[in-house]
């Protein structure tokens, strides 16, 4: 069975770099054609896609976050990691990482619990 744990720091300071590691379990992160995703969901807002990085280590990142986004990965620690730099009030969201089968956009195969992130001084 395939789990997946978020961690990192629940409150961050604006302007700061926001953290969170992915840990996988029951399934390698370098295993073929699977995607490891990091999504997140502000209150009262839908969840967003913030990028992915694939079984090969190749990367994509929705537009609007590139430039201060950087996912990477671990393999000797089955972890995926997310680093948000320069981070708001606005990044303040449950944090969530993702595993698709199938394509960068596939099929959801197990998603984790979430994590809370606050940005605030």
């Known amino acids: 069975q395939v789990q997946l744990q978020e961690s990192g720091p629940g409150l961050v300071k604006p302007s700061q770099t926001l953290s969170l590691t992915c840990t996988v379990s029951?399934?390698?992160?370098?295993?073929?054609?699977?995607?490891w995703s990091w999504i997140r969901q502000p209150p009262g807002k839908g969840l967003e896609w913030m990028g992915a990085?694939?079984?090969?280590?190749?990367?994509r990142y929705r537009s609007s976050l590139k430039s201060h986004t950087s996912i990477s990965r671990d393999t000797s620690k089955n972890q995926i990691s997310l680093q948000l730099s320069s981070v708001t009030p606005e990044d303040t969201a449950v944090y969530y990482c993702?595993?698709?089968?199938?394509?960068?956009?596939?099929?959801?195969?197990?998603w984790g619990q979430g994590t809370l992130v606050t940005v605030s001084s």
């Open positions: 990085i694939a079984y090969d280590g190749d990367t």
């Open positions: 029951g399934d390698s992160i370098a295993s073929n054609y699977y995607y």
């Open positions: 993702a595993k698709y089968g199938g394509g960068w956009f596939g099929h959801l195969e197990v």
